[in-house]
């Protein structure tokens, strides 16, 4: 077989209840959280060669003669696990860096999944292929991260995940109406903040508080998850301004769960872009750095503003289909 099959993952957007999916919490307690998958893609290709080698291409370059030997973790776990034979290529391509809070980690692990699974000619369920990006990354590697970014990446669209004490999983897709969707399209906007970070520094810190139940923290990701379920309900019934209300009141509740979520230059563009026509806000992901997002109607006055804050702006569509197989 000479075909190249290439695999994409979406990357995601938290909108509710983000750090309730780590298992140190839901185990517990069960977690709840809202996210929505974004058209900006983790590409993963493979393709058989001649040489009895694997030969990988990510930020670096590997050439290797076994599985054993490549020193990407993830790669060298997907590998491995599936019995893949060296003589394949692996190149990874992203529309957006990691370290930025979009879960490019999770979807990454997922889009490396689709592509063996079609190496191999086996066929895997979504949500067998997002719980296996779970166990490699949480389990096998041992992050101190959730089960969100892979099961967001996976199913994609707008979604309701309930993370369960047992470990399983359950994915509702939001009822939102096309007025509802399209406002959200339009009216929110996405920003990097220049800074990026290793989700795990982050929320080892929470991992380690919460599985010393530690009363603040556990407080503060029981408020998280009841605001999750109400981001839901606001989305749900169309009621935009008050998702971008509670959106401001997640990022006020974040704020105080590390002392590393945020920095200075953070903070202030948070607050040119809430006197500029921010109707409300937060950090995407684990803290620290990425993506500021902003529900707005004034679109021009707050380009404007974070232009001259430095800001990037993203533009985006959400993605309703998932991780996928674009060429086989």
Not at 12 to 31: A, I, V
Request: proline fraction near 2%; glycine fraction near 10%.
């Amino acid at each position: 077989m000479n075909n190249m099959i290439i695999t994409r993952a979406p990357l995601r957007l938290t909108f509710g209840g983000g750090g309730t999916d780590l298992p140190s919490y839901y185990r517990k307690f069960g977690g709840e959280l809202v996210s929505g998958a974004i058209d900006k893609y983790i590409y993963i290709a493979v393709h058989r060669t001649f040489a009895r080698e694997f030969i990988i291409k990510y930020s670096q370059f590997e050439r290797v003669a076994s599985a054993k030997e490549v020193k990407h973790p993830i790669i060298r776990e997907v590998l491995e696990r599936h019995g893949v034979e060296p003589q394949l290529e692996i190149v990874s391509l992203a529309d957006i860096p990691d370290g930025t809070g979009l879960g490019s980690s999770g979807a990454f692990t997922v889009a490396l999944l689709k592509a063996i699974s079609f190496y191999r000619r086996q066929s895997a369920l979504t949500e067998a292929i997002a719980e296996e990006a779970c166990d490699i990354e949480i389990n096998k590697l041992g992050q101190p991260i959730g089960k969100q970014d892979q099961y967001a990446s996976a199913f994609g669209g707008i979604t309701r995940f309930i993370f369960n004490k047992d470990d399983t999983v359950e994915v509702h897709p939001l009822k939102i109406s096309p007025d509802t969707l399209h406002s959200l399209e339009d009216d929110l906007l996405l920003f990097f903040t220049g800074f990026s970070r290793s989700a795990g520094t982050v929320l080892s810190d929470q991992k380690k508080r919460s599985e010393s139940a530690d009363k603040e923290m556990l407080d503060n990701l029981h408020f998280t998850k009841e605001l999750g379920q109400a981001s839901c309900k606001a989305l749900e019934g169309g009621n935009l301004n008050e998702f971008a209300r509670l959106m401001d009141v997640h990022w006020e509740n974040k704020r105080k769960r590390s002392g590393g979520m945020t920095k200075s230059e953070i903070d202030k563009a948070y607050e040119v872009a809430k006197a500029n026509g921010a109707l409300g806000g937060k950090l995407i992901g684990a803290g620290g750095g990425g993506f500021l997002m902003f529900y707005t109607r004034n679109h021009a006055a707050l380009r404007a503003a974070m232009a001259k804050q430095g800001l990037e702006e993203v533009r985006f569509k959400f993605d309703f289909e998932g991780a996928r197989a674009v060429s086989v």
